[in-house]
């Protein structure tokens, strides 16, 4: 089976996050004063074989643990659909 | 004393290191391809700065994952010298040999520039020829010089004296305007627990010659020669 | 021709005249493909068809020239069996559209060029152009140029050493981006883009063959509109780390002996690569499309055929030796395909699928092109500027304001919040990093050193063509001598509109016989160089920007000079010329908004007395700074030195019922040199020698600068100041 | 009312992705071989307020549009949801 894993990575709350702090100001100077606490991280998608959700998601998690994230200062999370091929 | 200078895809200052060990100190250096697994003959190894795998995902992250990798951890363990520069120290971070991560530079750009570091730790293998305190003049060139590391960590890293340089003006007073990147705390390099790894983002091999504007990297370099004569030359293996 | 056949190559950008031709060539009517391959030779950017016959009059040649224009980059023998290659070229139009990735990738494009040669890229410079920085879109398109050019050059280790960078309204939706790139090379390892020896492998290196830039070549062959950005192809987007593995992969084949041909592909991409180096060597090449790795299924023998995907190499290799040529990619993680071979018949077959979908003869793709001779004219704002006298406007009260105010215009302002983005040592053999008036590198290899600069001025240009293209070769090249260098060869890129106006064309003939020129009494060859034509957006054109790369050699690297004052009691001279004017000045454009009056007149034999004077007094250990007078004048030079040394001036001027003449006035010729007092005498001699004028200034000290028009003190600042507004200006502007 | 958007940016699919390539080498070379495609873009997390859920993803398409991503190579998607304050 083939499926869709979309993985998200995100700085750590306790991490300064520069990029999402310069995105704010660009926005309030468009005016958009509504906005707040904005983040930036990272998006990947990637397609995998695996007979069932259950082995694809732990092959995700731990492809996250040991090269996508940088536990020290990321955090992940991510889904799986099954893909059309 | 012979220097093994690391080549990962990508690595652009392994030509420096080089040049630095063979041209100014006139030591043996020989680089070391990365899929190398066998680092016996070494006495210490230098991970170069540069762009391993374009930095692409994060900087240093696929590097890590590279056969020699396994070895570097190895000889590191036997208490091995390890110098990670730059690109080198974030390899460094990413496999786990030194504490802390480095990202993203505070002002989000590059950052290349003559910079300022105070030698905090004077007793180590790569300072040892330092004095106390001493301001070294070093350039940087970096995008992820950012350094982090949880509040827990850092104490045991001031505990242990871990970090070895700060970022500092030309009069040796910590200040944002001499922080290039917005490390925490200032921290310019770390060491591990042993005191055998040592990364820094600051560049020692570009400070090695007056023509270029400065010697004081030099002091990083001749620590690690006065250390080897002092122990009387066994490798690190 | 039927009227849908029109269409089609009207569409892609050919004239009626031109597809006679090519039906011509081929003896029948081409088909789609054959038709696309010839629509991208024959476009300007690859044909040149409008510009050729005016580049002739440059001279290409010289003692030390190894190559001239016609390959990929020049080659300059600098003595020891080593030789330097460079080139510089444009990307203006993919970095109007993408800042980042056009700016990328033209620094990827150009670093392919040199190491095509078989040269170690060691250093790069970029010209930029943008529009007024109070406009946000600007500051988008500067900032992400910026970072493109350092996001490329950092990541694959090549130092960022020198550029410059001018506002003007008329660049505002049409920046000009110039990169250049300086190799060194062993001068036995020299190889050329050729396909010699039928039987010969064909080799396509590197990154996989997209979609990516479909048409590029003919999307910067015409003016910017609404429509063209529709037409616009896909962007390419750079990938540096590949391009490093690709040059050190490339070297290394190339060091062994084990190519016989080499060729980066850039614009019109796999077209381009084949048809030129079997054209060179008259002969032709058996193509299989199907071997070439493609990024994407399905795509077709067109798109393949014009796909301008970024970082690769085309190799011919003689078979007894592609398998050690494949162990060196495989080495650097590379894939390569064997896509065709080299034959005898001057014609390029190309299979697909087992069918043949195109067969053109090379020779006729590749430098077939018609030539042009376009009209040429006068246009009517030249006279009408040029009577403009600019002491008519009123005179300013305070000559320190105004020297602030000079000083912290963006034109003249400190770039260092560019160059800070750039890693400029990288390689360690950068002994001046940009923010002087040319970089110096070392080379390791030879013990000697290079320096580089490069320089152009758009609002002279614009004023007077002939005057405005000597003095860009003139002041290029006296960058280079104010550090002690001499020139060896310079390369160029001419940024202008479009040439088949009759007033642009006038631009650009005219520019081009200014530098040539400049070139022959300077005695400095152009070794290659690029053309970019149609800078303009909807029908307005930039102003003519011919940008001079140039590169000077210095036997000692511990012989050179910079331009920070040294030492308090070290004397000023102004050498060379005195004749200055207000024309097209900084000064009159930041003061009084004008871009108007008659350039000062060029003295070329003066001009390359002073540069021999520079080379001479530096070799000799005689001078403390050099530093050459260009946008701004005496007053803004002086302010440069005093802030690079931290050190102030104290300076008298002969006599002037309009101060701003003598501090602001702009001209070529001249320099400002401080010398110990102990090496005054000799400098003195020298000068008189050579028949330099030397205009006693002053001293240098303290920490202001103070300048008297005959005894009347007009400027009094300190060096704080100076520096304050001088280094802060652009990243205020930037950061706000 | 206070949303949260959850905003994924990607590189359009025609264009390059060579962070995404040499993940995937990556991967490989981690012995995930059964692992394809992998696409590398970013993610954004931003508060904002407004009275109703079609104003806020009206302005979350605008801020998409004029900041967060670059038209030129990039397409953009989102979701919006309540947030507990
Ligand atoms: N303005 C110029 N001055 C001198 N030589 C030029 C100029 N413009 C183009 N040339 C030469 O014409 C040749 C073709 O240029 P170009 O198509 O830009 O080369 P490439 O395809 O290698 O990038 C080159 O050898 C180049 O040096
Ligand atoms: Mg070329």
Known sequence: ?85 | ?237 | MTETGRHLWRRLGLNDGEYERICADLGREPNRVELNMYSVMWSEHCSYKHSKSTLRLFPTSGPRVLLGPGENAGVVDIGGGWAVAFKIESHNHPSAIEPYQGAATGVGGIIRDIFTLGARPVALLNSLRFGSLEDARVRYLFDNVVAGIGGYGNCIGIPTVAGEIAFEPCYQDNPLVNAMCVGLLPVEKLVLGQAPGAGNLVVLVGARTGRDGIHGVTFASEELSEASAERRPAVQVGDPFLEKLLLEASLEVIAGGLAVGVQDLGGAGLTCAVTETAARSGSGMELELDKVPLREAGMSPLEIMVSESQERMLFIIEPGRFNDAAKVFRRWGLSFAVIGRVTADGWITVKHGGRTVARVPAASVAGGAPLYEPDSREPEYYRERQSVDPLDYPAVEDCTEALLEVLGSPDVASKQWVWRRYDYMVRTCTVQGPGGDAAVIRLRETGQALALAVDGNGRHTYLDPYRGGMMAVAEATRNLACTGAEPIGITDCLNFGNPEKPEIFWQFRRAVEGMSEACRVLEVPVVGGNVSFYNEVEGEAIYPTPVVGAVGLLENPDQQCDIAFKKAGDLLYLAGSSTVSLGGSQFIKVIHQAVAGSLPPVDLALEKRLQKLLVQAVRAGLLSSAHDLSDGGLAVALAESCIAGGLGAQVTLPGHPRPELPLFGEGPSRAIVSVKAAAREKLLALAAKLEVPLLFLGEVGGDKLSISVTHVPVVDVTIFELKKIYEESIPCIMEQ
């Open chain 1, 1 to 85: 089976m083939l499926w869709k894993a979309r993985i998200e990575i995100t700085l750590k709350k306790e991490v300064l996050d520069p990029q999402g702090a310069a995105v704010e100001n660009a926005l309030k100077a468009l005016h958009y004063n509504n906005v707040k606490q904005v983040r930036i991280g990272k998006y990947m998608e990637l397609y995998l074989e695996a007979e069932e959700r259950e082995a694809g998601a732990k092959q995700v998690e731990e492809m996250c643990r040991r090269l996508l994230a940088n536990p020290v200062i990321e955090d992940f999370s991510y889904t799986l659909t099954e893909a059309e091929r």
């Open chain 2, 1 to 237: 004393m012979k220097f093994g200078i690391i080549v990962f895809p990508g690595s652009n200052c392994d030509l420096d290191a080089y040049h630095l060990v063979k041209d100014v100190l006139k030591k043996e250096a020989s680089y070391i391809w990365w899929e190398e697994t066998d680092l016996s003959g070494y006495d210490a190894l230098i991970l170069p700065g540069g762009f391993s795998y374009g930095d692409y995902l994060r900087a240093g992250a696929i590097a890590r994952f590279t056969p020699v990798m396994g070895a570097v951890i190895q000889f590191a363990r036997q208490g091995g010298l390890v110098l990670g520069i730059c690109n080198g120290f974030q390899v460094l971070t990413e496999a786990g040999l030194l504490p802390g991560a480095l990202y993203r530079n505070a002002h989000l750009q590059f950052r290349c520039g003559w910079t300022y570091v105070r030698v905090e730790n004077h007793t180590l293998p790569f300072t040892g020829a330092a004095r106390p305190d001493q301001v070294l003049k070093i350039p940087v060139a970096h995008g992820d010089g950012n350094y982090y590391v949880g509040p827990e960590v850092l104490r045991r890293l001031k505990k242990n004296r871990q970090i070895v340089l700060r970022y500092v003006d030309a009069a040796g007073r910590e200040s944002a305007a001499a922080n290039p990147n917005g490390s925490l705390d200032h921290i310019a390099a770390v060491c591990n627990e042993s005191g055998n790894v040592l990364g820094m983002m600051p560049h020692p091999e570009r400070a090695g010659e007056a023509l270029l504007g400065s010697e004081d990297g030099l002091v990083i370099f001749r620590s690690l020669l006065q250390y080897f004569d002092q122990r009387g030359g066994g490798s690190g293996d």
